[in-house]
């Protein structure tokens, strides 16, 4: 289950929780089962996630361009319709997640396990991001 002190905090906008994890550096960040997807789209382009708990969250149409999630757990994650544009996807678990209608073009997916997740209609990334480019 999330903390809700920390769900609080990201609800109060990006520079809010990035300032919030760079004075909390090592908090293990848990959102599990967090549902952003309540109220109006959140625009959390440019947050930090990474190492974060986000199992089963529902991330349903949140932006989340530029987004950095480097080893973040998504395992089972709804986030279908959300915009990952150009986010750090690397190392991270999105297996038996929701991806349907998700926009991840120019998103880094290096290392990251796919297994299971549905990506239907989704707008996935270059194959040469996928394998980490040049």
């Known amino acids: 289950m999330a ?20 004075q909390n550096a090592a908090a293990l960040i848990d959102l ?10 959140i625009d959390l382009s440019g947050a930090d996630l990474s190492k974060a708990n986000l199992k089963g969250a529902n991330l349903r149409g949140v932006i989340l361009n530029n987004a950095n999630f480097k080893e973040a757990q998504l395992n089972g994650a709804f986030i279908n319709g959300a915009y990952l544009s150009r986010a750090d996807l ?20 290096i290392k990251t396990n796919i297994s299971g ?7 996935i990334p270059s194959r040469k991001l996928c394998k980490g480019g040049e």
């Open 32 to 41: 599990s089962g967090a549902d952003l997807s309540k109220t109006k789209p």
């Open 3 to 22: 903390d809700q002190q920390q769900l609080s905090i990201l609800r109060q906008g990006r520079d809010t929780w990035n300032r919030w994890r760079s």
């Open 117 to 123: 997740a549905d990506l239907n209609y989704a707008m």
């Open 90 to 109: 690397s190392n991270v678990k999105l297996e038996d997640a929701i991806l349907t209608d998700a926009n991840i073009r120019e998103a880094k997916l």
